[in-house]
């Protein structure tokens, strides 16, 4: 399974990624999406689309929070970065710093795709394919993207 992970578009969503988006077995946003037309837009794109609400988000844009099972493995989504996540989680995924993160602490491996509407301390635009198999741990990959 190879799932597209994407944060902080903040009202853009480059045509260069949505060729890349529209290749995934799913979408999972993590908040900072701000108009409920991106939203659809990565709808159409049509993989499934899973999105939590950020902080620039409309109340009803999406829930705070999801967590989703995929080949065995729990993932926690939200916007902000969290140091305590929901029991049996082993992977928390979080937008919001704009920073690209890929950190194990204690049991948990936290990962963040970086943004694509507004790069923060010299990370370039970014999004990431996390990929589960049937064995090993899910790959994470972050991609730069102009």
Request: aromatic share 6%; proline share 10%.
């Amino acid at each position: 399974m190879r799932i597209a992970v994407i944060a902080d578009t903040h009202n853009h969503l480059p045509s260069s990624v949505r060729a890349h988006l529209a290749g995934a077995d799913e979408i999972w946003h993590l908040g900072d999406i701000c108009r409920e037309d991106i939203l659809q837009e990565l709808r159409g794109l049509g993989p499934p689309v899973h999105a939590v609400r950020g902080n620039c988000d409309p109340r009803g844009l999406g829930p705070e929070s999801l967590i989703l099972t995929r080949g065995g493995h729990t993932f926690f989504l939200t916007h902000e970065p969290v140091s305590v996540v929901p029991s049996g989680a082993q992977f928390a995924l979080h937008g919001h710093t704009h920073v690209p993160r890929d950190e194990t602490v204690g049991t948990v491996r936290y990962l963040n795709p970086g943004t694509i509407g507004k790069p923060n301390h010299g990370a370039p635009p970014s999004f990431a394919w996390l990929e589960i198999g049937s064995d090993g741990p899910p790959c994470w990959k972050i991609v730069a993207v102009s």
